[in-house]
């Protein structure tokens, strides 16, 4: 039978998990949640059950209990969200002029400025759009569980698509032999590695090379699925329809000719195609994938309407946040006035390598704990074409073209699909954070040549770039933690006095939307449980 929130077995639960934290401290407390069977092993952190709080777990206490939230970014948002369902008072300070942090998109006549003074004007066309943060969502994230909830709708984001293109380059230390500066369709790199692969497996099958290691009848089964994975014949791998056609099928007498002869397994295997297909193997890459229809910034956007515009104070730069005998002080400028909030509580999300440098009461060990984590370098660029080559030239619908040039990958968009135009991410990478806006796009479009050919350059129409080092307020595309996560991460999941922390980078899915979703869920039940624990 399930349980419901307010039953006298409920009850007395709670109560005795208060005890067990009071009185043995989160170790205990954390044994007991997992004994009950309320908390995950570490092994499958993902499974934690969100319990929200509830206004009747408030009934008890002597007052409303106000919270300020720094950052009105994902994890932000969502504190404020789940926590005022359950009437708590709370309050955002965000530093920008909008919602979302990194889970930022760029529309026509949308502005910004780097911490070099460097100031871009996007001149996307209405109805054109580019996610430079967050662009991607796996279906088995709770983001998605939010845009239900939400009502934000979604749509597919095509992930992998078999006629986008692998390309490698030689390099001062690579040589990737005869397919070297040659544009491979996903489905060629992909029947021409399995194919080979699946020949080699099957010849030493044949050759009694696994006859110590299975039966006979497994033998059989192994060199039955080579056959089938490989598209062999004869047991060997000569190409096949997988591989597309040069000439398709049409009416009447024509049946097509098949694309090939396939290059040879040396030139397949030097050129380290199959390195990549594990991309969207990856548990958080594979498709299916979803977008939210307009853009990234939709699920932030409604988030922001149901916390309420009149809980969220947007433009206010935080120079000040302490603990007090009473809760916690936060100081900000907004509109070059100082202004002072007071709460019972705070939750700060805004990034560490941003947070270390605002003045505090932190303890030492909290401060020497912001000053470990660093920001990834990484950066975007949304390039609008005057026509949507990639479709009618190439047949490309959604999907990547993955490449060790220094874009990394190209990422054809999924929506306006047989629209006059489109938005293309021409680069994903670190590589372009140096350099100056223009030569940016320079490079870019060069390299977007290489493996598009001239009309790459000739459809260019404008662009907008982010390096998210020099981002203010981000300075960073995401957080990294060197080393891994240790003393520093496990110390900023507990709170400071009466600060807490929040955000991707204090889970296990830095990067995603999913994180910041997760740390928000854990610390509203941290606090929840320890208001209602002191009342």
Known sequence: MTES??????????????????TGGAAALYGSLGALGLVATPANAETVRFVPPTST???????????????????????AYELGKAGYDCH????????????????????????????QVAKYDKGQYFNAGPSRIPSHHVTLDYCRELDVAVEPMINANAQGF????????????PLASTRITHRQAKADAYGYIAEILATVANQGALNS????????????????????????????????????????????????????????????????????????????????????????????????????????????????????RIAYRRNGKLQRLDADYAVVTIPPMVLKTIPSNLSTATKDALTVPVGSNTGRMGIQF??????????????????????????????????????????????????????????????GVKIHGEVYREEYQNSFSVAWPKVPYSLGGWVQWPGGRGAAYLHLLQPDGNIYFAGDHLSYYTAWQNGAFLSARKVVMDLHQRVTSTN
């Not at 909008?98 to 910004?112: E, L, N, Q």
């Not at 692998?166 to 032999?177: A, L, Q, S």
């Open 5 to 22: 929130a307010g039953t006298p077995e409920n009850v007395s639960r709670r109560r005795f998990l208060t005890k067990v934290g009071m």
């Open 57 to 79: 777990d408030l009934a008890a206490t002597s007052r409303r209990k106000k919270v300020a939230i720094l950052g009105a970014g994902t994890a932000g948002l969502t504190i």
């Open 92 to 119: 955002l300070i965000e530093a920008r002029g909008r919602p979302g942090g990194r889970a930022w998109t760029v529309r026509g006549g949308d502005k910004h400025t780097d911490t070099d003074g460097v100031t």
């Open 166 to 177: 692998y390309y490698n380059e030689n390099t001062p230390t690579t040589d990737f032999g």
């Open 213 to 328: 290691l299975m039966s006979a009848a497994d033998v059989e089964r192994v060199v039955a699925f080579a056959n089938s994975f490989g598209g062999l014949s004869g047991g060997k791998y000569l190409g096949n329809n997988r591989r597309g056609y040069n000439t398709p099928p049409g009416a009447g007498d024509q049946p097509g000719t098949v694309a090939g002869p396939p290059p040879s397994m040396s030139a397949v295997l030097q050129n380290q195609l199959g390195d990549r297909f594990a991309f969207e193997f990856g548990f958080d890459q594979a498709m299916m994938m979803w977008q939210p229809v307009g853009g990234m910034d939709r699920i932030s956007a409604a988030l922001a309407d149901a916390v309420g515009k009149h809980r969220i104070t947007y433009n206010a730069e935080v120079t000040q946040f302490d603990n007090t005998a009473q809760g916690v």
């Open 386 to 447: 005057k026509r949507r080559f990639w479709e009618q030239d190439f047949k490309i619908f959604g999907g990547v073209t993955h490449t060790n040039l220094d874009v990394s990958g190209i990422y054809y968009p999924s929506f306006g699909y047989m629209s006059r135009k489109g938005v293309v991410v021409g680069y994903y990478s670190g590589a372009y954070t140096n350099l100056s806006v223009a030569d940016r796009v320079t490079r870019a479009v060069e390299q």
